[in-house]
């Protein structure tokens, strides 16, 4: 697929194919109300207890293509800034990280008083060979945005997320030994 098509019309699973080396994430929100998570996080919420089951929720859209990439030797890596003591939301996004680490992605914490001198940019990202950046855009209330995709290679906005993420990912407590400071 030529670049400029990935740009405008590729969908995710796309842009993950054509993916070599590195696919990066960076989430900054303490909240988020995507529609495919809501029966899970309500059962979270009420339980307390996550589920592990991949069938479930995004689990079977994702999982393969995370495993798919890993499989092509892409280092495939999460990294999360929090607010603390951590929000109910952020509870359950550590309690699930299981399925993250399952599927071939590392994951790190980095609680948000240690990201205070990091240039950030204003929105979640994935940023794919260094190269393609695809920003996530949300509501106020954490759900997505209609059309809340924006993509570029600029050079200047990879470069940002590069920074972004290589420092917060040095700084951050790998998923097994982050523990959380729950409200």
């Not at 809501?38 to 059962?43: E, G, I, M, P, S």
């Not at 190269?131 to 209330?141: A, N, Y």
Request: net charge negative.
């Amino acid at each position: 697929m030529r670049r400029n098509e990935l740009l405008n019309s590729a969908t995710f699973a796309e842009l993950l194919a054509n993916t070599y080396r590195t696919a990066v994430h960076l989430e900054m929100r303490d909240q988020y109300a995507v529609g495919d998570e809501t029966d899970d996080y309500a059962t979270f919420l009420r339980t307390g207890i996550p589920t592990f089951d991949p069938g479930r929720s995004f689990w079977p859209q994702r999982m393969p293509l995370v495993q798919g990439a890993v499989a092509r030797v892409v280092a495939m890596r999460r990294a999360r800034i929090v607010s603390e003591p951590v929000t109910d939301y952020v509870r359950y996004e550590h309690a699930i990280a299981p399925l993250n680490l399952q599927a071939g992605e590392d994951v790190r914490w980095l609680p948000r008083r240690h990201a205070s001198d990091i240039p950030l940019p204003g929105n979640d990202f994935w940023l794919l060979d260094g190269t393609l950046v695809q920003f996530s855009h949300f509501t106020g209330t954490g759900d997505w945005v209609a059309d809340g995709k924006e993509r570029t290679d600029a050079p200047a906005a990879a470069a940002l997320c590069t920074t972004a993420f290589e420092t917060v990912w040095e700084r951050g407590i790998p998923h097994e030994k982050y523990t959380l400071q729950a409200l």
